[in-house]
Structures are given as structure tokens and as C-alpha cells.
């Protein structure tokens, strides 16, 4: 017998789907974030979008979505106002995106493990912190590197040796898929144990979301 919830339309399907889609441009067009008027004019839209997609993925719950609003308009704001400045690589920039996509992670997260039932919002959502996490790590990197330049090494040949987002980037989601080319190290401690941190949380997210959804539908079989 069909229950009433098997049947309830998925309401807030474009809660998580606009977000995801938002993080798969992001990584499909950041290696043309350069230098130049065009490449700063892609990062600028993109962070504007990324900011959109992650305030309304939050939408419903009022103190959340005040809380994620609060941080966007603060990232937001300092971003601007370091491209009129013409200062790249500003350590509050930086801390301001990171400490909203890690607001945004945890809020999406929550979201999705309480849901009682697998949907396709749901589905969007789990994708969503799986990308989120990657997103969070590699800014919080490249903030660290901000403050305290020489926490990463670069050991690629024939490549710029100063390290940017788009170096972080790549080497968070090296880092979270547990693949690690190698060509970028954390010289310090702490970088190693941040490092050491996302390789966990990459692999325990998948272990906890598995079970997760096995639970949900063995109680649904029940």
C-alpha cells in the first residue's frame, strides 16, 4: 500500500539543486579565474552566485538563513571591496568565504541527515556537502597560506611557485577523494593535520551516509 508520504510531492526540490548546480560551475570554470579583467569578472560572478545559492539553500529556517545571510553580504562585501582596491589574496576576504561555505556545509549537512525519507532534494543536498566540503577545505587553505606564506610546497615543474585558490582548490578535492598526486605538500604541522582532517572527513562522510539511507529504508521495508 502506497503511504501518503510516498506520495507528497518534493516541495523544496530546488532548495539544494540550484547550490549543486552552482558548485559544479564553480568547478568546471575556475582554472580561467587568472589575472585579467575577464578572469576576475568569471571569479567575481561566480562568488556572487555561489553566495545566492547557498543563502536560499537555507531558506527555510528563518535564524539560518539570517545567520547565512549576514556572512554572505560580509564575504560579499569585503570581495568588492578588495577587487576596487585592487589587493588580491586578502586574508579577511579569504576567512569570510570560508567561514561562510563551512556555515553553509554544516546547515546542508544537518538538513539532509534528518531527513526521514531518501528524496531528490535529498539526493542534491548529499551531493552538496560532499562538494561543499572540497569548496570549504581548499578556501580555509588558501587562507592559511595567506597568513602564513610557505605552509604548502609546490613541486610541480615549470609552474609558478606562489600558490592561489585555484592551487587549493585542485588540492582539497585531491585531498578529499584520498587520490593525492603528491604535487602539492603541507610544510607545517598544522596544514598536515588540516590535511589529515578533510582525508577523514571525506571518507567517514560517505561511511555515515550509507548507513544513514540503509537505515531509512529498512525502517521503511519494516
Given at each position: 500500500m502506497?503511504?501518503?508520504e510516498?506520495?507528497?510531492?518534493?516541495?523544496?526540490?530546488?532548495?539544494?539543486?540550484?547550490?549543486?548546480?552552482?558548485?559544479?560551475?564553480?568547478?568546471?570554470?575556475?582554472p580561467?579565474?587568472?589575472?585579467?579583467?575577464?578572469?576576475?569578472?568569471?571569479?567575481?560572478?561566480?562568488?556572487?552566485?555561489?553566495?545566492?545559492?547557498?543563502?536560499?539553500a537555507v531558506r527555510?529556517h528563518?535564524l539560518?538563513?539570517?545567520?547565512a545571510?549576514?556572512?554572505?553580504?560580509?564575504?560579499?562585501g569585503?570581495?568588492?571591496?578588495?577587487?576596487?582596491?585592487?589587493?588580491?589574496?586578502?586574508?579577511?576576504v579569504?576567512?569570510?568565504?570560508?567561514?561562510?561555505?563551512a556555515f553553509t556545509?554544516?546547515?546542508?549537512f544537518?538538513e539532509?541527515?534528518?531527513?526521514?525519507?531518501?528524496?531528490?532534494?535529498?539526493?542534491?543536498?548529499?551531493?552538496?556537502?560532499?562538494l561543499?566540503?572540497?569548496?570549504?577545505?581548499?578556501?580555509?587553505?588558501?587562507?592559511?597560506?595567506?597568513?602564513?606564506?610557505?605552509s604548502?610546497?609546490l613541486h610541480?615543474?615549470?609552474?609558478d611557485?606562489?600558490?592561489?585558490?585555484?592551487?587549493?582548490?585542485?588540492?582539497?578535492f585531491?585531498?578529499?577523494?584520498?587520490?593525492?598526486?603528491?604535487?602539492?605538500?603541507p610544510?607545517?604541522?598544522?596544514?598536515?593535520?588540516?590535511?589529515?582532517?578533510?582525508?577523514?572527513?571525506?571518507?567517514?562522510?560517505?561511511?555515515?551516509?550509507i548507513?544513514?539511507?540503509v537505515?531509512?529504508?529498512s525502517?521503511?521495508a519494516e
Amino acid at each position: 500500500m502506497t503511504r501518503p508520504e510516498d506520495s507528497a510531492p518534493d516541495e523544496a526540490t530546488g532548495q539544494f539543486l540550484w547550490l549543486m548546480l552552482a558548485l559544479a560551475t564553480l568547478l568546471i570554470t575556475y582554472p580561467y579565474f587568472g589575472n585579467t579583467i575577464r578572469g576576475v569578472s568569471l571569479g567575481g560572478m561566480m562568488s556572487l552566485l555561489l553566495l545566492t545559492a547557498g543563502v536560499y539553500a537555507v531558506r527555510t529556517h528563518r535564524l539560518l538563513f539570517l545567520t547565512a545571510l549576514v556572512l554572505a553580504v560580509v564575504a560579499g562585501g569585503a570581495d568588492v571591496m578588495a577587487l576596487v582596491a585592487g589587493r588580491r589574496g586578502h586574508p579577511f576576504v579569504e576567512g569570510s568565504f570560508t567561514a561562510f561555505y563551512a556555515f553553509t556545509t554544516g546547515c546542508v549537512f544537518l538538513e539532509v541527515i534528518r531527513s526521514k525519507k531518501v528524496t531528490g532534494n535529498s539526493i542534491y543536498g548529499i551531493v552538496c556537502v560532499y562538494l561543499l566540503l572540497g569548496v570549504t577545505f581548499g578556501t580555509g587553505y588558501d587562507f592559511i597560506e595567506t597568513l602564513q606564506p610557505g605552509s604548502f610546497q609546490l613541486h610541480a615543474e615549470g609552474q609558478d611557485p606562489a600558490l592561489g585558490w585555484r592551487n587549493f582548490i585542485f588540492y582539497s578535492f585531491m585531498t578529499l577523494t584520498t587520490i593525492g598526486y603528491g604535487d602539492i605538500t603541507p610544510a607545517t604541522h598544522a596544514t598536515q593535520s588540516l590535511a589529515i582532517l578533510e582525508g577523514v572527513t571525506g571518507v567517514l562522510y560517505v561511511a555515515v551516509l550509507i548507513a544513514r539511507i540503509v537505515g531509512i529504508y529498512s525502517r521503511r521495508a519494516e
